[in-house]
Nanobody, 126 residues
Framework: QVQLVESGGGSVQSGGSLRLSCAAS????????TAWFRQAPGKEREGVAA???????IYEDSVKGRFTISQDNAKNTLYLQMNSLKPEDTAVYYC????????????????????WGQGTQVTVSS
């Protein structure tokens, strides 16, 4: 049984930082493409950052230079370091995983992934 469990969400002021974690069981991250998504109230779930199975990374434009996705294969844990947070980053953040090779163009698409965490709330106040 595959489980992805996020942690690290919370409330911060604008300009602050948070690090999200996503621990996996039942799969081995090193053989998967992984990603972070977020969903704000009334909006579609959007891809924020992803790591392809070859280790390359991709970011949504609004988070480039502020967010960093990384993965510790020994701990089978995915991370999202979020710096310089803004109120518009407020959302529920989800981790996701997909086995096999994923085309670069598909890494930030919701439909690419078949394993999802339960989500963790991030709230940024101005």
């Amino acid at each position: 049984q595959v489980q992805l469990v996020e942690s690290g969400g919370g409330s911060v002021q604008s300009g602050g930082s948070l690090r999200l974690s996503c621990a996996a069981s039942g799969i081995t991250y090193s053989a998967y493409s992984t990603a972070w998504f977020r969903q704000a109230p009334g909006k579609e779930r959007e891809g924020v950052a992803a790591i392809a199975s070859d280790g390359s990374t991709i970011y949504e434009d609004s988070v480039k230079g502020r967010f960093t996705i990384s993965q510790d294969n020994a701990k089978n844990t995915l991370y999202l370091q979020m710096n310089s947070l803004k109120p518009e980053d407020t959302a529920v953040y989800y981790c996701a995983a997909r086995g096999g090779r994923v085309g670069w163009w598909a890494l930030l698409l919701r439909g690419t992934y078949n394993y999802w965490g339960q989500g963790t709330q991030v709230t940024v106040s101005s």
